[in-house]
């Protein structure tokens, strides 16, 4: 029993530190946000296609169920051209430092889409706190104020698509059918928005260097990563999994600073507001429970 909880918790850090490091390749890859997004997907979408039959699972489902889950991924496929843009505009600490605030959007945006929930005082409180670190963030590091508002807007995008997720996909649809439409959606968005953000229709082609860190990035820290993360969903509670997703930018911070060095490096009012921000997000999960009593 210990050693499967183990190996539970070892499996879910290994997947958030692979969504940490994605930021990272999204700077070491030599191509534009979006296409770094369609190449992505590209390669997520066969994986998920192969992995679907193998597993004798149809992708053949309800045109309301594929709208659903393709216009889910629409949203998910934006988030990660901001993301993407975020580090390219500033560096891979100060677009994950703004990641953990998608926990404050989610808890704001859902009472709005989910009329069954309402808006809770700890909730507010504890987004309070975390906009006044944010605004610390700015104020010491204004320089790179572009990036950091892009990634508060990916930010904003990743609450609604794991509120939207939660509405809209289907229990009964295997995971491999979900990633494959939530991942061709994504790419749908990428294409659709290369002209107005980079000029013309079709994606550049990697290069070197730039087809390791996209294979890299598209079939271990998306396909498997949520291919792991979805195995490990049946065996751990939701608080668990929260937790331990917050840990995702300490993951990605450290790996920046030991990656890339002394660019990475931020003053110490930066990791004083980026502490504050994890901080209150791993404790909102206590704060809610304590509240309610």
């Given at each position: 029993?210990?050693?499967?909880?183990?190996?539970?918790?070892?499996?879910?850090?290994?997947?958030?530190?692979?969504?940490?490091?994605?930021?990272?390749?999204?700077?070491?890859?030599?191509?534009?946000?979006?296409?770094?997004?369609?190449?992505?997907?590209?390669?997520?979408?066969?994986?998920?296609?192969?992995?679907?039959?193998?597993?004798?699972?149809?992708?053949?489902?309800?045109?309301?169920?594929?709208?659903?889950?393709?216009?889910?991924?629409?949203?998910?496929?934006?988030h990660w051209v901001l993301f993407f843009w975020?580090?390219?505009?500033?560096?891979?600490?100060?677009?994950?430092?703004?990641?953990?605030?998608?926990?404050?959007?989610?808890?704001?945006?859902?009472?709005?889409?989910?009329?069954?929930?309402?808006?809770?005082?700890?909730?507010?409180?504890?987004?309070?706190?975390?906009?006044?670190?944010?605004?610390?963030?700015?104020?010491?590091?204004?320089?790179?104020?572009?990036?950091?508002?892009?990634?508060?807007?990916?930010?904003?995008?990743?609450?609604?698509?794991?509120?939207?997720?939660?509405?809209?996909?289907?229990?009964?649809?295997?995971?491999?059918?979900?990633?494959?439409?939530?991942?061709?959606?994504?790419?749908?968005?990428?294409?659709?928005?290369?002209?107005?953000?980079?000029?013309?229709?079709?994606?550049?082609?990697?290069?070197?260097?730039?087809?390791?860190?996209?294979?890299?990035?598209?079939?271990?820290?998306?396909?498997?990563?949520?291919?792991?993360?979805?195995?490990?969903?049946?065996?751990?509670?939701?608080?668990?999994?929260?937790?331990?997703?917050?840990?995702?930018?300490?993951?990605?911070?450290?790996?920046?600073?030991?990656?890339?060095?002394?660019?990475?490096?931020?003053?110490?009012?930066?990791?004083?507001?980026?502490?504050?921000?994890?901080?209150?997000?791993?404790?909102?999960?206590?704060?809610?429970?304590?509240?309610?009593?």
């Open positions: 029993m210990i050693r499967l909880h183990l190996r539970n918790y070892v499996q879910l850090h290994l997947v958030v530190l692979a969504w940490g490091l994605t930021a990272i390749l999204g700077k070491l890859i030599a191509l534009p946000p979006v296409d770094v997004v369609v190449w992505r997907t590209v390669l997520a979408v066969v994986c998920f296609v192969g992995v679907a039959g193998v597993c004798g699972h149809g992708l053949i489902v309800p045109l309301k169920k594929a709208a659903a889950m393709l216009s889910v991924g629409g949203v998910l496929g934006l975020s580090a390219r505009l500033a560096t891979a600490s100060v677009c994950l430092a703004a990641m953990p605030t998608a926990m404050l959007w989610c808890s704001l945006i859902e009472p709005l889409i989910d009329g069954s929930r309402r808006w809770r005082l700890a909730e507010l409180v504890v987004g309070a706190v975390m906009v006044g670190a944010v605004w610390s963030i700015y104020q010491v590091e204004f320089r790179y104020w572009q990036g950091f508002s892009v990634a508060i807007a990916a930010a904003v995008l990743a609450a609604f698509f794991a509120t939207m997720s939660k509405q809209q996909v289907a229990r009964d649809v295997h995971w491999s059918v979900i990633g494959t439409y939530q991942m061709a959606g994504a790419c749908a968005a990428a294409v659709m928005s290369r002209p107005w953000l980079e000029g013309g229709h079709l994606p550049a082609m990697p290069q070197g260097s730039s087809v390791i860190w996209v294979a890299v990035l598209g079939l271990i820290c998306t396909a498997a990563a949520y291919a792991a993360f979805m195995d490990v969903l049946r065996r751990v509670s939701v608080f668990t999994v929260n937790v331990v997703y917050n840990m995702e930018p300490v993951y990605g911070i450290v790996l920046a600073a030991l990656i890339f060095g002394r660019s990475e490096f931020m003053s110490s009012g930066f990791y004083a507001g980026a502490v504050v921000i994890i901080a209150v997000v791993l404790a909102l999960p206590w704060i809610r429970r304590w509240v309610e009593r």
